[in-house]
Protein backbone atom coordinates (compact mmCIF):
# COMPACT_ATOMS: atom_id res chain seq x y z
CA UNK A 1 0.00 0.00 0.00
CA UNK A 2 1.34 3.30 -0.95
CA UNK A 3 2.25 5.58 2.10
CA UNK A 4 1.13 9.18 3.16
CA UNK A 5 4.35 11.01 2.38
CA UNK A 6 4.30 9.10 -1.30
CA UNK A 7 1.06 10.00 -2.11
CA UNK A 8 1.68 12.84 -5.12
CA UNK A 9 -1.40 15.43 -5.61
CA UNK A 10 -2.96 14.85 -9.12
CA UNK A 11 -3.02 18.44 -9.92
CA UNK A 12 0.52 19.71 -9.25
CA UNK A 13 2.43 16.72 -8.22
CA UNK A 14 3.17 17.88 -4.86
CA UNK A 15 3.33 15.82 -1.49
CA UNK A 16 1.70 14.24 1.02
CA UNK A 17 -1.76 14.01 -0.88
CA UNK A 18 -5.22 12.82 0.78
CA UNK A 19 -8.31 12.05 -1.31
CA UNK A 20 -10.04 15.65 -1.58
CA UNK A 21 -13.13 15.85 -3.66
CA UNK A 22 -12.85 12.53 -5.11
CA UNK A 23 -8.99 12.55 -5.97
CA UNK A 24 -5.67 12.72 -4.44
CA UNK A 25 -4.95 16.48 -4.10
CA UNK A 26 -2.42 18.41 -1.83
CA UNK A 27 -4.03 20.57 0.61
CA UNK A 28 -3.31 23.50 -1.36
CA UNK A 29 -5.02 22.49 -4.15
CA UNK A 30 -7.99 21.52 -1.79
CA UNK A 31 -8.66 24.69 -0.93
CA UNK A 32 -7.94 26.86 -4.10
CA UNK A 33 -10.55 24.06 -5.37
CA UNK A 34 -12.80 24.89 -2.58
CA UNK A 35 -12.09 29.06 -2.95
CA UNK A 36 -13.04 28.79 -6.67
CA UNK A 37 -16.04 26.63 -6.57
CA UNK A 38 -17.59 29.05 -4.12
CA UNK A 39 -16.17 32.62 -5.32
CA UNK A 40 -14.07 33.03 -8.41
CA UNK A 41 -15.10 30.27 -11.08
CA UNK A 42 -16.20 32.52 -13.68
CA UNK A 43 -13.75 35.08 -12.49
CA UNK A 44 -10.69 33.84 -13.52
CA UNK A 45 -8.91 34.59 -16.67
CA UNK A 46 -5.65 33.08 -18.48
CA UNK A 47 -3.17 35.75 -19.80
CA UNK A 48 -2.16 33.12 -22.23
CA UNK A 49 -3.28 30.24 -24.35
CA UNK A 50 -5.15 28.51 -21.83
CA UNK A 51 -2.58 26.08 -21.72
CA UNK A 52 -0.24 27.01 -18.77
CA UNK A 53 1.96 24.49 -17.03
CA UNK A 54 0.67 23.57 -13.70
CA UNK A 55 3.36 22.36 -10.91
CA UNK A 56 4.15 22.74 -7.33
CA UNK A 57 6.26 25.65 -8.30
CA UNK A 58 4.36 27.19 -10.74
CA UNK A 59 0.63 26.76 -9.21
CA UNK A 60 0.04 29.94 -8.95
CA UNK A 61 0.83 31.49 -11.79
CA UNK A 62 -2.63 31.09 -13.43
CA UNK A 63 -5.19 29.86 -11.48
CA UNK A 64 -7.81 29.84 -14.31
CA UNK A 65 -5.35 26.67 -15.92
CA UNK A 66 -5.34 25.67 -12.16
CA UNK A 67 -8.83 25.50 -12.13
CA UNK A 68 -9.43 23.82 -15.11
CA UNK A 69 -6.87 20.86 -14.36
CA UNK A 70 -8.43 20.17 -10.91
CA UNK A 71 -11.89 19.23 -13.33
CA UNK A 72 -10.00 17.38 -15.45
CA UNK A 73 -8.43 15.41 -13.14
CA UNK A 74 -11.72 14.28 -11.66
CA UNK A 75 -12.44 16.99 -8.69
CA UNK A 76 -16.27 16.95 -8.52
CA UNK A 77 -18.09 20.71 -7.47
CA UNK A 78 -20.69 18.73 -6.02
CA UNK A 79 -18.93 17.51 -2.85
CA UNK A 80 -17.97 21.16 -1.86
CA UNK A 81 -19.92 22.07 1.20
CA UNK A 82 -20.13 25.72 1.86
CA UNK A 83 -21.99 25.29 4.53
CA UNK A 84 -19.33 23.06 6.40
CA UNK A 85 -16.80 26.35 6.12
CA UNK A 86 -15.37 26.69 9.95
CA UNK A 87 -12.62 29.55 9.33
CA UNK A 88 -14.77 31.46 12.10
CA UNK A 89 -16.31 30.06 15.08
CA UNK A 90 -18.58 32.87 15.18
CA UNK A 91 -19.78 32.67 11.70
CA UNK A 92 -20.46 29.09 11.91
CA UNK A 93 -22.85 29.68 15.18
CA UNK A 94 -24.26 32.62 13.22
CA UNK A 95 -25.13 30.65 10.48
CA UNK A 96 -26.52 27.81 12.66
CA UNK A 97 -28.74 30.26 14.19
CA UNK A 98 -29.90 31.72 10.78
CA UNK A 99 -30.97 27.74 9.46
CA UNK A 100 -32.75 27.27 12.65
CA UNK A 101 -34.79 30.26 12.74
CA UNK A 102 -35.52 29.37 8.91
CA UNK A 103 -36.36 26.05 9.39
CA UNK A 104 -38.64 26.84 11.85
CA UNK A 105 -40.60 29.94 10.07
CA UNK A 106 -40.99 27.44 7.16
CA UNK A 107 -42.67 24.91 9.86
CA UNK A 108 -45.10 27.55 10.94
CA UNK A 109 -45.84 29.21 8.02
CA UNK A 110 -45.34 27.34 4.39
CA UNK A 111 -47.03 28.51 1.05
CA UNK A 112 -48.68 25.01 -0.49
CA UNK A 113 -47.80 26.06 -3.86
CA UNK A 114 -44.30 27.07 -3.17
CA UNK A 115 -43.40 23.69 -1.41
CA UNK A 116 -41.72 22.31 -4.36
CA UNK A 117 -38.89 25.60 -3.85
CA UNK A 118 -37.41 23.46 -1.02
CA UNK A 119 -36.58 20.33 -3.41
CA UNK A 120 -33.16 20.58 -4.69
CA UNK A 121 -32.82 21.34 -9.12
CA UNK A 122 -32.24 17.40 -9.70
CA UNK A 123 -35.35 16.00 -7.24
CA UNK A 124 -37.80 19.14 -8.97
CA UNK A 125 -37.23 17.68 -12.68
CA UNK A 126 -37.34 13.98 -11.31
CA UNK A 127 -41.01 15.43 -10.28
CA UNK A 128 -41.83 17.44 -13.27
CA UNK A 129 -41.35 14.91 -15.20
CA UNK A 130 -42.93 11.95 -13.52
CA UNK A 131 -46.04 14.62 -13.59
CA UNK A 132 -46.10 14.36 -16.97
CA UNK A 133 -46.36 10.69 -17.34
CA UNK A 134 -49.30 10.82 -15.18
CA UNK A 135 -50.71 13.64 -17.49
CA UNK A 136 -49.88 11.81 -20.92
CA UNK A 137 -51.46 8.33 -20.02
CA UNK A 138 -55.05 9.27 -19.81
CA UNK A 139 -57.56 6.59 -20.21
CA UNK A 140 -60.15 6.61 -23.59
CA UNK A 141 -63.22 4.46 -24.87
CA UNK A 142 -62.56 1.06 -26.58
CA UNK A 143 -63.54 2.27 -29.63
CA UNK A 144 -60.37 4.31 -30.57
CA UNK A 145 -58.66 0.76 -29.93
CA UNK A 146 -60.37 -1.28 -33.07
CA UNK A 147 -57.42 -1.24 -35.08
CA UNK A 148 -54.73 -3.29 -32.39
CA UNK A 149 -58.00 -5.97 -31.70
CA UNK A 150 -55.25 -8.58 -33.48
CA UNK A 151 -51.68 -6.71 -31.98
CA UNK A 152 -49.28 -8.46 -29.85
CA UNK A 153 -47.83 -6.74 -27.28
CA UNK A 154 -44.31 -5.85 -29.12
CA UNK A 155 -46.86 -4.14 -31.47
CA UNK A 156 -48.80 -2.43 -29.79
CA UNK A 157 -45.54 -1.11 -27.82
CA UNK A 158 -44.24 -0.24 -31.55
CA UNK A 159 -47.55 1.45 -32.83
CA UNK A 160 -47.59 3.31 -29.50
CA UNK A 161 -43.82 4.64 -30.04
CA UNK A 162 -44.74 5.53 -33.31
CA UNK A 163 -48.32 7.47 -32.26
CA UNK A 164 -45.83 9.73 -30.23
CA UNK A 165 -43.15 10.52 -32.28
CA UNK A 166 -46.05 11.44 -35.21
CA UNK A 167 -47.60 13.74 -32.73
CA UNK A 168 -50.99 11.26 -32.39
CA UNK A 169 -50.02 10.67 -28.57
CA UNK A 170 -52.19 13.37 -26.79
CA UNK A 171 -54.91 12.17 -24.65
CA UNK A 172 -57.75 10.76 -27.14
CA UNK A 173 -61.29 12.16 -26.48
CA UNK A 174 -63.20 9.84 -23.90
CA UNK A 175 -66.91 8.84 -25.28
CA UNK A 176 -69.60 10.26 -23.25
CA UNK A 177 -71.29 6.96 -22.62
CA UNK A 178 -71.06 4.67 -19.60
CA UNK A 179 -67.72 3.33 -18.86
CA UNK A 180 -68.54 0.29 -17.54
CA UNK A 181 -65.85 -1.98 -19.80
CA UNK A 182 -62.94 0.69 -18.38
CA UNK A 183 -63.84 -0.46 -15.14
CA UNK A 184 -63.25 -4.08 -15.50
CA UNK A 185 -59.56 -5.22 -13.77
CA UNK A 186 -58.44 -6.19 -17.42
CA UNK A 187 -60.21 -3.86 -19.87
CA UNK A 188 -57.79 -3.04 -22.99
CA UNK A 189 -58.60 0.88 -21.88
CA UNK A 190 -56.48 0.31 -18.55
CA UNK A 191 -53.69 -1.94 -20.54
CA UNK A 192 -53.05 0.56 -23.55
CA UNK A 193 -52.68 3.45 -20.26
CA UNK A 194 -50.35 1.15 -18.50
CA UNK A 195 -48.35 0.32 -21.78
CA UNK A 196 -48.12 3.76 -22.29
CA UNK A 197 -47.04 5.20 -19.12
CA UNK A 198 -43.98 1.74 -18.71
CA UNK A 199 -42.88 3.10 -21.79
CA UNK A 200 -42.48 6.67 -21.33
CA UNK A 201 -40.85 5.69 -17.90
CA UNK A 202 -38.49 3.54 -19.99
CA UNK A 203 -37.86 6.27 -22.05
CA UNK A 204 -37.19 9.11 -19.34
CA UNK A 205 -34.56 6.37 -18.17
CA UNK A 206 -33.36 6.14 -21.56
CA UNK A 207 -32.89 10.23 -21.71
CA UNK A 208 -31.14 10.03 -18.32
CA UNK A 209 -28.68 7.09 -18.54
CA UNK A 210 -27.80 7.40 -22.58
CA UNK A 211 -28.91 4.13 -22.93
CA UNK A 212 -31.56 2.27 -25.11
CA UNK A 213 -33.54 -0.42 -24.13
CA UNK A 214 -34.45 -3.77 -26.39
CA UNK A 215 -38.59 -4.33 -26.73
CA UNK A 216 -37.74 -7.64 -25.05
CA UNK A 217 -36.82 -5.88 -21.95
CA UNK A 218 -40.17 -3.76 -22.38
CA UNK A 219 -41.81 -6.61 -22.88
CA UNK A 220 -40.71 -7.87 -19.56
CA UNK A 221 -40.93 -5.04 -17.55
CA UNK A 222 -44.70 -4.86 -18.72
CA UNK A 223 -45.76 -8.04 -18.10
CA UNK A 224 -44.24 -8.19 -14.53
CA UNK A 225 -45.12 -5.12 -13.51
CA UNK A 226 -48.64 -4.69 -15.39
CA UNK A 227 -51.12 -6.79 -12.39
CA UNK A 228 -49.51 -4.65 -9.69
CA UNK A 229 -50.21 -1.00 -11.63
CA UNK A 230 -53.72 -2.22 -12.23
CA UNK A 231 -54.07 -3.58 -8.66
CA UNK A 232 -52.91 -0.01 -7.05
CA UNK A 233 -54.76 2.07 -9.28
CA UNK A 234 -57.82 -0.10 -8.44
CA UNK A 235 -56.92 0.51 -4.67
CA UNK A 236 -56.95 3.94 -4.63
CA UNK A 237 -59.84 4.32 -6.56
CA UNK A 238 -62.08 2.36 -4.29
CA UNK A 239 -60.45 3.90 -1.27
CA UNK A 240 -62.34 6.93 -2.08
CA UNK A 241 -65.55 5.29 -1.09
CA UNK A 242 -64.40 4.30 2.57
CA UNK A 243 -64.23 1.20 4.61
CA UNK A 244 -67.06 0.07 2.02
CA UNK A 245 -64.64 -0.18 -0.94
CA UNK A 246 -63.44 -2.57 -0.15
CA UNK A 247 -66.12 -5.19 -1.31
CA UNK A 248 -66.32 -3.20 -4.68
CA UNK A 249 -62.07 -4.01 -4.74
CA UNK A 250 -63.01 -7.74 -4.49
CA UNK A 251 -65.92 -7.87 -6.63
CA UNK A 252 -63.64 -6.28 -9.82
CA UNK A 253 -61.09 -9.03 -9.13
CA UNK A 254 -63.21 -12.01 -8.64
CA UNK A 255 -64.59 -10.96 -12.00
CA UNK A 256 -61.29 -11.80 -13.44
CA UNK A 257 -61.62 -15.01 -15.99
CA UNK A 258 -60.17 -17.58 -13.16
CA UNK A 259 -62.06 -16.38 -10.20
CA UNK A 260 -59.35 -15.83 -7.15
CA UNK A 261 -61.66 -16.24 -4.18
CA UNK A 262 -59.10 -17.53 -2.41
CA UNK A 263 -57.21 -14.46 -2.44
CA UNK A 264 -60.17 -12.20 -0.12
CA UNK A 265 -58.51 -12.09 2.83
CA UNK A 266 -55.17 -10.68 1.15
CA UNK A 267 -57.19 -8.52 -0.91
CA UNK A 268 -59.16 -7.07 2.04
CA UNK A 269 -55.42 -6.43 4.36
CA UNK A 270 -53.82 -4.83 0.95
CA UNK A 271 -57.04 -2.41 1.40
CA UNK A 272 -56.86 -1.93 5.08
CA UNK A 273 -53.09 -1.01 4.34
CA UNK A 274 -53.58 1.83 2.09
CA UNK A 275 -56.54 2.78 3.61
CA UNK A 276 -54.73 3.92 6.70
CA UNK A 277 -52.17 6.18 5.32
CA UNK A 278 -53.43 7.11 1.76
CA UNK A 279 -50.94 9.01 -0.35
CA UNK A 280 -52.24 12.42 -2.39
CA UNK A 281 -52.50 13.43 -5.57
CA UNK A 282 -48.30 13.55 -6.10
CA UNK A 283 -47.78 11.43 -3.48
CA UNK A 284 -49.40 8.67 -5.75
CA UNK A 285 -47.48 9.68 -8.75
CA UNK A 286 -44.44 9.05 -7.24
CA UNK A 287 -45.34 5.70 -5.79
CA UNK A 288 -46.53 4.95 -9.44
CA UNK A 289 -43.17 4.93 -10.55
CA UNK A 290 -42.10 3.54 -7.91
CA UNK A 291 -44.06 0.81 -8.50
CA UNK A 292 -42.82 0.19 -12.07
CA UNK A 293 -39.17 0.46 -10.96
CA UNK A 294 -39.62 -2.53 -8.42
CA UNK A 295 -40.06 -5.38 -11.23
CA UNK A 296 -38.31 -8.95 -10.61
CA UNK A 297 -34.46 -8.47 -11.42
CA UNK A 298 -34.25 -12.03 -12.89
CA UNK A 299 -36.45 -11.32 -15.92
CA UNK A 300 -34.59 -8.59 -17.38
CA UNK A 301 -31.24 -7.36 -18.85
CA UNK A 302 -28.30 -6.32 -16.49
CA UNK A 303 -28.34 -3.17 -18.12
CA UNK A 304 -32.33 -2.60 -17.40
CA UNK A 305 -31.44 -3.74 -13.73
CA UNK A 306 -29.14 -1.34 -13.19
CA UNK A 307 -31.08 1.72 -14.21
CA UNK A 308 -34.42 0.46 -12.44
CA UNK A 309 -32.32 -0.21 -9.18
CA UNK A 310 -30.58 3.64 -9.48
CA UNK A 311 -34.34 4.71 -10.28
CA UNK A 312 -35.80 2.69 -6.95
CA UNK A 313 -33.35 4.72 -4.49
CA UNK A 314 -34.37 7.87 -6.60
CA UNK A 315 -38.04 7.36 -6.29
CA UNK A 316 -37.81 6.68 -2.55
CA UNK A 317 -35.70 9.36 -2.12
CA UNK A 318 -38.05 12.09 -4.05
CA UNK A 319 -41.27 10.36 -2.27
CA UNK A 320 -39.82 10.87 1.53
CA UNK A 321 -39.08 14.54 0.44
CA UNK A 322 -42.10 15.28 -0.98
CA UNK A 323 -44.31 13.88 2.25
CA UNK A 324 -41.79 15.80 4.28
CA UNK A 325 -42.25 18.97 2.46
CA UNK A 326 -46.30 18.65 1.13
CA UNK A 327 -47.60 17.90 4.46
CA UNK A 328 -45.04 19.92 6.12
CA UNK A 329 -44.24 17.04 8.84
CA UNK A 330 -41.18 16.30 10.85
CA UNK A 331 -38.18 13.78 9.53
CA UNK A 332 -39.54 10.95 11.74
CA UNK A 333 -43.51 11.43 11.30
CA UNK A 334 -42.17 11.69 7.41
CA UNK A 335 -40.22 8.06 7.30
CA UNK A 336 -43.28 6.78 9.38
CA UNK A 337 -45.51 7.69 6.06
CA UNK A 338 -42.83 6.31 3.85
CA UNK A 339 -42.66 3.52 5.95
CA UNK A 340 -46.33 2.69 5.46
CA UNK A 341 -46.63 3.55 1.69
CA UNK A 342 -43.73 0.98 0.76
CA UNK A 343 -45.49 -1.77 3.16
CA UNK A 344 -48.38 -1.54 0.72
CA UNK A 345 -46.25 -1.61 -1.82
CA UNK A 346 -44.27 -4.86 -0.85
CA UNK A 347 -47.62 -6.33 0.26
CA UNK A 348 -49.94 -5.21 -3.16
CA UNK A 349 -46.96 -7.01 -5.00
CA UNK A 350 -47.29 -10.24 -3.46
CA UNK A 351 -50.88 -10.05 -3.90
CA UNK A 352 -50.69 -8.96 -7.87
CA UNK A 353 -47.96 -11.70 -8.34
CA UNK A 354 -50.21 -14.86 -7.17
CA UNK A 355 -53.00 -12.72 -9.15
CA UNK A 356 -51.07 -12.98 -12.39
CA UNK A 357 -50.17 -17.09 -11.29
CA UNK A 358 -53.64 -17.79 -11.08
CA UNK A 359 -55.03 -16.29 -14.17
CA UNK A 360 -52.29 -17.92 -16.36
CA UNK A 361 -54.25 -21.20 -17.04
CA UNK A 362 -56.95 -19.06 -18.72
CA UNK A 363 -54.39 -16.95 -21.22
CA UNK A 364 -52.27 -20.81 -22.35
CA UNK A 365 -49.75 -19.75 -25.57
CA UNK A 366 -50.80 -22.68 -27.83
CA UNK A 367 -54.82 -21.10 -27.93
CA UNK A 368 -56.79 -20.38 -30.95
CA UNK A 369 -59.28 -17.87 -30.65
CA UNK A 370 -61.02 -14.71 -32.10
CA UNK A 371 -61.64 -12.75 -29.31
CA UNK A 372 -60.09 -9.05 -29.49
CA UNK A 373 -56.59 -8.14 -27.77
CA UNK A 374 -56.40 -12.10 -26.72
CA UNK A 375 -52.59 -11.91 -27.66
CA UNK A 376 -51.65 -8.94 -25.90
CA UNK A 377 -53.28 -10.30 -22.93
CA UNK A 378 -51.28 -13.65 -23.61
CA UNK A 379 -48.41 -11.87 -23.80
CA UNK A 380 -49.03 -10.11 -20.54
CA UNK A 381 -50.13 -12.86 -18.19
CA UNK A 382 -48.46 -15.48 -19.85
CA UNK A 383 -44.90 -14.12 -21.96
CA UNK A 384 -42.78 -16.27 -24.10
CA UNK A 385 -39.87 -17.49 -22.38
CA UNK A 386 -36.98 -17.11 -24.62
CA UNK A 387 -33.81 -17.98 -22.01
CA UNK A 388 -32.20 -20.80 -23.09
CA UNK A 389 -32.58 -22.19 -19.19
CA UNK A 390 -35.53 -21.47 -18.37
CA UNK A 391 -37.04 -23.54 -21.71
CA UNK A 392 -35.14 -26.24 -20.76
CA UNK A 393 -36.49 -26.16 -17.75
CA UNK A 394 -39.16 -28.43 -18.16
CA UNK A 395 -37.38 -31.17 -19.60
CA UNK A 396 -35.45 -32.01 -15.97
CA UNK A 397 -38.76 -32.44 -14.40
CA UNK A 398 -39.80 -35.82 -13.06
CA UNK A 399 -42.55 -37.62 -14.79
CA UNK A 400 -46.02 -37.93 -13.54
CA UNK A 401 -46.08 -41.43 -14.48
CA UNK A 402 -46.60 -43.52 -11.72
CA UNK A 403 -43.53 -44.73 -10.17
CA UNK A 404 -42.75 -48.46 -10.38
CA UNK A 405 -41.44 -50.01 -7.00
CA UNK A 406 -37.41 -50.39 -6.26
CA UNK A 407 -35.83 -53.03 -4.86
CA UNK A 408 -34.20 -52.19 -1.97
CA UNK A 409 -30.90 -53.39 -2.89
CA UNK A 410 -31.15 -50.94 -5.67
CA UNK A 411 -31.95 -47.66 -3.37
CA UNK A 412 -29.14 -46.43 -2.46
CA UNK A 413 -26.89 -46.62 -5.88
CA UNK A 414 -30.47 -44.79 -7.55
CA UNK A 415 -30.10 -42.14 -4.76
CA UNK A 416 -27.04 -41.26 -6.04
CA UNK A 417 -27.32 -40.97 -9.87
CA UNK A 418 -27.61 -37.80 -11.59
CA UNK A 419 -30.59 -37.04 -13.97
CA UNK A 420 -28.73 -37.50 -17.17
CA UNK A 421 -25.68 -40.05 -17.63
CA UNK A 422 -24.08 -37.37 -20.24
CA UNK A 423 -23.63 -35.27 -16.98
CA UNK A 424 -19.64 -34.35 -16.12
CA UNK A 425 -18.29 -35.77 -13.36
CA UNK A 426 -16.48 -32.86 -12.81
CA UNK A 427 -19.69 -30.88 -11.43
CA UNK A 428 -20.99 -33.42 -8.62
CA UNK A 429 -18.42 -34.28 -5.67
CA UNK A 430 -20.20 -38.36 -6.01
CA UNK A 431 -18.17 -41.28 -8.44
CA UNK A 432 -19.39 -41.47 -11.73
CA UNK A 433 -22.11 -43.71 -11.69
CA UNK A 434 -21.88 -47.12 -13.48
CA UNK A 435 -24.85 -47.46 -15.74
CA UNK A 436 -24.70 -51.32 -16.29
CA UNK A 437 -25.64 -51.69 -12.69
CA UNK A 438 -28.97 -49.40 -13.19
CA UNK A 439 -32.06 -52.07 -11.67
CA UNK A 440 -34.65 -53.08 -14.00
CA UNK A 441 -38.19 -51.79 -13.47
CA UNK A 442 -39.40 -55.11 -12.89
CA UNK A 443 -37.70 -58.52 -12.79
CA UNK A 444 -37.50 -60.43 -15.64
CA UNK A 445 -35.69 -64.10 -16.72
CA UNK A 446 -35.72 -63.71 -20.78
CA UNK A 447 -34.10 -60.63 -21.14
CA UNK A 448 -31.45 -58.38 -19.71
CA UNK A 449 -31.95 -54.95 -21.29
CA UNK A 450 -31.62 -52.28 -18.69
CA UNK A 451 -33.40 -49.58 -19.48
CA UNK A 452 -31.45 -45.85 -19.37
CA UNK A 453 -33.13 -42.67 -18.01
CA UNK A 454 -34.29 -40.00 -20.38
CA UNK A 455 -31.87 -38.14 -22.58
CA UNK A 456 -33.70 -35.52 -24.51
CA UNK A 457 -31.73 -34.44 -28.03
CA UNK A 458 -33.04 -31.11 -28.55
CA UNK A 459 -33.68 -28.23 -26.25
CA UNK A 460 -37.64 -27.35 -27.37
CA UNK A 461 -37.66 -25.29 -30.03
CA UNK A 462 -33.55 -25.08 -30.45
CA UNK A 463 -32.11 -27.61 -33.13
CA UNK A 464 -30.41 -30.86 -32.51
CA UNK A 465 -26.82 -30.39 -30.74
CA UNK A 466 -24.11 -32.59 -32.63
CA UNK A 467 -23.09 -35.81 -29.43
CA UNK A 468 -20.24 -37.17 -31.52
CA UNK A 469 -17.84 -35.63 -34.24
CA UNK A 470 -17.50 -37.87 -36.95
CA UNK A 471 -14.53 -36.06 -38.30
CA UNK A 472 -11.74 -33.80 -37.25
CA UNK A 473 -11.33 -30.12 -37.66
CA UNK A 474 -8.69 -30.70 -39.32
CA UNK A 475 -10.13 -33.01 -41.58
CA UNK A 476 -13.07 -30.02 -42.14
CA UNK A 477 -10.54 -27.24 -43.12
CA UNK A 478 -8.49 -29.94 -45.24
CA UNK A 479 -9.55 -28.77 -48.98
CA UNK A 480 -10.33 -31.85 -51.60
CA UNK A 481 -7.30 -33.83 -53.21
CA UNK A 482 -4.85 -32.56 -50.39
CA UNK A 483 -2.85 -34.90 -47.96
CA UNK A 484 -2.01 -34.34 -44.56
CA UNK A 485 1.56 -33.95 -45.56
CA UNK A 486 0.86 -31.33 -47.82
CA UNK A 487 -1.32 -29.57 -45.66
CA UNK A 488 1.16 -29.52 -42.34
CA UNK A 489 3.99 -28.59 -44.54
CA UNK A 490 5.88 -25.40 -43.35
CA UNK A 491 5.25 -22.18 -45.34
CA UNK A 492 8.65 -21.10 -47.25
CA UNK A 493 9.69 -17.73 -47.72
CA UNK A 494 8.16 -16.82 -51.00
CA UNK A 495 4.76 -18.52 -49.99
CA UNK A 496 2.31 -15.34 -50.75
CA UNK A 497 4.50 -15.25 -54.67
CA UNK A 498 2.62 -18.42 -55.46
CA UNK A 499 -0.16 -18.65 -57.70
CA UNK A 500 -2.49 -20.85 -55.57
CA UNK A 501 -2.83 -17.84 -52.86
CA UNK A 502 -1.75 -14.80 -54.20
CA UNK A 503 -3.36 -13.86 -57.43
CA UNK A 504 -1.20 -11.53 -60.48
CA UNK A 505 -3.80 -8.44 -60.36
CA UNK A 506 -2.78 -8.09 -56.59
CA UNK A 507 0.69 -7.41 -57.61
CA UNK A 508 -0.55 -5.11 -60.22
CA UNK A 509 -1.74 -3.22 -57.00
CA UNK A 510 1.36 -3.28 -55.22
CA UNK A 511 3.09 -2.02 -57.94
CA UNK A 512 0.84 0.90 -57.95
CA UNK A 513 2.11 2.05 -54.79
CA UNK A 514 5.25 0.64 -53.98
CA UNK A 515 7.30 1.57 -57.88
CA UNK A 516 10.74 0.31 -56.30
CA UNK A 517 9.23 -3.00 -55.44
CA UNK A 518 7.10 -3.91 -59.47
CA UNK A 519 10.33 -5.52 -60.25
CA UNK A 520 11.34 -7.53 -57.67
CA UNK A 521 9.88 -11.02 -57.27
CA UNK A 522 11.18 -11.65 -53.81
CA UNK A 523 10.61 -10.45 -49.80
CA UNK A 524 13.33 -8.81 -47.99
CA UNK A 525 14.38 -10.39 -45.32
CA UNK A 526 14.18 -8.47 -41.65
Known amino acids: MQSYSNRICA ?10 YGVLACFGCKGFFRRAVKDGRNKYVCRFDKNCEVNKFERNACRYCRFRKCLLVGMNPDYVRPDREKSKKGKAVLSKKKSLQRSISNRLVVDPSDWTSLLSPSSRKQLAEIGKLAEQSQPCSSAHFDGIGNFSLKSLIAD ?4 RKTGDSAPMHCSESPRSSSEQFLSIERIVQSVDYIDRFLNMLEEEHCRKFSVEDKCALISNTMIHLLLFESTSRFVAKGA ?8 CIHQLPVCATHLTQKIADVFEIYLRKPPSIIEYSVLKAYIVATAESTLLSNALNESLSIARENMSELLFKVIKYSRNRASVSSANTLSALLHFTYESRSLASQLHQSQQPAFLRDST ?7 ILVDIINPEVSDLLLTTANCRKPSAAPSVPVPPQAASLQETKPLFHFSPPSLSPLPPPQYSDYPAPYPTTSSTFVPSPYRPNSLSSFPKLPLEMTKSIEEFLRPSGMSADEMNKPLEKNWADGFRLTPVFNKDIVSQFFPELSNTNTHHQY
Do not use: M, W, Y
Open 244 to 251: SGVEDLKQ
Open 160 to 163: RSLA
Open 369 to 375: TNVPFHK
Open 11 to 20: VCGDTPAKIH
